[in-house]
């Protein structure tokens, strides 16, 4: 009973802050307390019941409003270790050579990217998360959908050679004189899979500091250009579909660091944007901010 005393005068505090009524009068309060060996509590306060259930020793709270049928959850301390890689998350694309540098070489400049129209963006869909300690530090995974857009920076696109069937430049500049080149990009689209370790500085998911990091894979399921060109003062666009040689399969390491539901993020990639042997030696990396549903 002491934990229920303790979160009555909580409540009772709070609802006087926060409501949306005059001043409380305690003659308005009614408390429909049962015997101690039963786990519910009912609270009616003004137009509001407030129902605190116990159960193993473990609190859930739930309020509803007088003028409507459903209750709402607003407190539970049995939550659990809960991942923060479900949600949406959205950030800037771009790759690096084997030496991490943005820099390329002549014969690759035509891969520059315009890292400000470079997006990357994933939603997370489904998470399984496994405490380890104390509710704090645990295991996540999951599934998710990464889209990247990348943005060229010069007039051309890329191609298959149909010779060497090595990634090549495609000089728009030559082959579409007429067209006045207005956006070219390069769009993949990967599942992914997570494995992070993660660490909360609170036992409750929804407050104070959250780091997570691990491994990450990825199994590409599509991919295309996309030339935005205006010809004769009319707007047109070109979409071409294929595999452009870009590597099917895909791992790296993952990060995020934030507070509450918050969080930057950063993805970089041990394989490489193209097969091997395919296509210039490019590593696609990440960096965002994320928001987590749980």
């Known amino acids: ?6 979160i009555l005068v909580s409540l009772i505090i709070t609802l006087s802050v926060f409501g949306q009524d005059t001043e409380p009068n305690v003659n308005e309060m009614k ?3 049962k015997n101690e060996n039963d786990d519910t509590t009912n609270i009616r306060f003004k ?15 739930f309020v509803k409003k007088h003028d409507k049928d459903s209750w709402d959850w607003i407190w539970d301390d049995d939550k659990g270790f809960t991942g923060s890689w479900s949600g949406f998350s959205l950030g800037m694309s771009n790759f690096v050579d084997k030496n991490f540098s943005f820099s390329r070489d002549a014969t690759d400049e035509y891969l520059d990217l315009n890292t400000g129209k470079s997006w ?3 939603v997370n ?5 496994i405490n380890l300690i104390n509710d704090k530090v645990g295991l996540v995974t999951g599934l998710g959908l990464e889209w990247n857009y990348y943005r060229f920076d010069n007039k051309n696109s890329i191609q298959e050679n149909t010779t060497t069937g090595i990634i090549e430049i495609r000089d728009l500049a030559t082959e579409k004189p007429g067209w006045d080149i207005l956006e070219s990009k390069l769009s993949t689209t990967y599942a992914t899979l997570p494995l992070l370790l993660e660490f909360h500085s609170s036992s409750y998911q929804h407050s104070g500091v959250i780091f997570s990091a691990g491994a990450i894979g990825g199994v590409k399921l599509g991919s295309n250009t996309k030339i935005v060109y ?6 047109n666009k070109e979409r071409t579909r294929d595999d452009f040689n870009l590597s099917p399969f895909r791992y790296g390491v993952h990060a995020r660091l934030g507070v509450g ?7 970089y990639y041990f394989t490489p944007l193209f097969e091997t042997n395919k296509g210039p030696e490019l590593y696609p990396l990440s960096i965002g901010i994320a928001l987590s549903f749980e």
């Open 261 to 267: 539901d918050w969080m930057i993020y950063g993805t």
């Open 230 to 235: 205006k010809e004769n003062d009319n707007k």
């Open 31 to 33: 408390e429909e307390l």
């Open 47 to 61: 137009r509001k019941t407030v129902k605190i259930i116990e159960n193993e020793g473990e609190t859930q709270i």
């Open 1 to 6: 009973m002491k934990k229920i005393t303790l």
């Open 125 to 129: 869909f489904a998470q399984y998360s």
């Open 120 to 122: 990357n963006m994933n």
